[in-house]
């Protein structure tokens, strides 16, 4: 025989063995779901199976999901299903659909055997509990949160599924007619599908990890302390987002349901007359009753986020922060981008990305004013002073915009995190934890080249987009991304970022009361970035002096209406303090105060 014949042999043997290597048509719950099976080299022999598109429940409008009733045959799970029925961006039309409670799956493969008791991690998606999918943006025919570099580089099943946004998901009348967390509801169902199947996929059931990002951090926080999860949540990742933001609960859920139910022509007096309309209202007007205005309000964006999660006294039986004894022996990791706040102060304060516009003294202030609303002005005031102490050694523009960017990096994002990380910590049984600060710059050109990590930059990492789309990163970035997926992946497998299959730079010291330890994630690594005691002055500040202020505004407010509001008044031009005589009632009413 010679050798080319012997090569041609040689080659259809490992494509033999490779093609072999694959789960085919899998038996689930609801029958047989047959995916595709992508080749990683044409002689490695190492693939992925990927299934797209298997339901995991059924839900009615405004109802609580249901378990999915099957089909018939075999089901070809090969194509991504719709998103769930949300608002465009221009929020003038909709799309997805009302038929959306579907999930994907990626199983790596080795060379000579099926996969079996593989790790798995399953993401929850963020978009302000407004927007989102499964399968994320297309950039380059790649979608953001295609799970297969983080499956193949980590080795673990990754799973993404859909959930219900906006009134669809979170609207609620505050009591039984329609007690709302309808999204997080599908969640739940979505992990519990998991927890039942994933065995035959070739995962752990008993070794599952939720992770997520912005509202996905806040939901993956949400759904350790649910005791609706016991028993089916080993990990739990929360990036940017935890159940403790002041974004993740609203407090005032009938008056947004009041605003969707005057819009659609339904009853308002009456929450269960009002229940029943919605419920037969078309799903498509129900969601575009509802406007995020994302530009030119008078007070902070954050306050016009109406529909997101409640305390229903069921699937969150109380107030998030005396639930987490239920994630006492849960692994928790958690941390924020040090510049999350540029999002929504852009959105707030425009001029922090325009070097041709100056902020003012008195622009500060009343965006100071618009997040400490409940603490009236002595809340303002305190807050304005310690956030412009840097002011009188560095009145320059940029400390001034990157002041506005940190206060609601901090009032957003980062106390909040520190708050969950501590009270995990202190009530932890078996449960480790991990804190985090990611730093690696953000590469959009527009922005001022003072900046960090913006919101949802950790992303495109997280998912290996370097590597996926490897003409759009420079070598740092892959070594970046190669770094966050080794720390997550790594965690998901032992509850230790530094212990597993993958290689880490720095050693990641576990969090505790005392330490307050986290690590810095950037392109330079080393023991140096471990760090403790983030931001300490402005946590001492949020956690005990703001804290301790008397709260002028007993009841939740409301947003304004469209009648013209007081405006808090800022400082004089000539003056470095906020005024003293700021009445409260020229305090903005708020739904979501702090």
Known sequence: MGRLELTVLGLACCLTVAHAVTLGAVYTEGGFVEGENKKLSLLGGTSVDIFKGIPFATAAILENPQRHPGWQGTLKAKDFKKRCLQATLTQDSTFGDQDCLYLNIWVPQGRKEVSHNLPVMIWIYGGAFLMGSSQGANFLSNYLYDGEEIATRGNVIVVTFNYRVGP??????????????????????????????????????????????????????????????????????????????????????????????????????????????????????????????????????????????????????????????????????????????????????????????????????????????????????????????????????????????????DILFLMPTEMALAQHRANARTGKTYAYLFSHPSRMPIYPSWMGADHADDLQYIFGKPFATPLGYRPQDRTVSKTLIAYWTNFARTGDPNTGLSEVPAHWEPYTLENGSYLEINKKMSQDSTKSHLRNSFLQFWAGTYKALPVVLEDVPVPPTDDAEAVPRPPADDSSTPPADDSVAAQMPMAIGF
């Open 168 to 409: 669809l998901g979170f609207l609620s009348t505050g009591d039984a007619n329609l007690p709302g967390n309808y999204g997080l509801r599908d969640q739940h169902m979505a992990i519990a599908w998991v927890k039942r199947n994933i065995a035959a996929f070739g995962g752990d059931p008993d070794n599952i990890t939720i992770f997520g990002e912005s509202a996905g951090g806040a939901s993956v926080s949400l759904q350790t302390l649910s005791p609706y999860n016991k028993g089916l949540i080993r990990r739990a990742i929360s990036q940017s987002g935890v159940a403790l933001s002041p974004w993740a609960i609203q407090k005032n859920p009938l008056f947004w349901a009041k605003k969707i139910a005057e819009k659609v022509g339904c009853p308002l007096d009456d929450t269960a007359a009002m229940a029943a309309c919605l419920k037969i209202t078309d799903p498509q007007a129900l969601t575009l009753a509802y406007r995020l205005p994302l530009g030119g309000t008078e007070y902070p964006v954050v306050h016009y986020l109406g529909f997101i999660p409640v305390v229903d006294g069921d699937f969150l039986p109380e107030d998030p922060i005396d639930l987490y004894g239920n994630a006492a022996d849960i692994d928790y990791l958690a941390g924020t981008n040090d510049m999350d706040g540029h999002l929504f102060a852009t959105v707030d304060m425009p001029a922090i990305d325009k070097s041709y516009k100056d902020i003012s003294d008195q622009d500060f202030y009343k965006l100071v004013s618009g997040m400490t609303v409940r603490k009236g002005s002595e809340g303002a005031q305190a807050t304005y002073s310690i956030y412009t102490e840097s002011w009188a050694q560095d009145s320059s523009q940029q400390n001034k915009k990157k002041t506005a960017v940190d206060l609601e990096t």
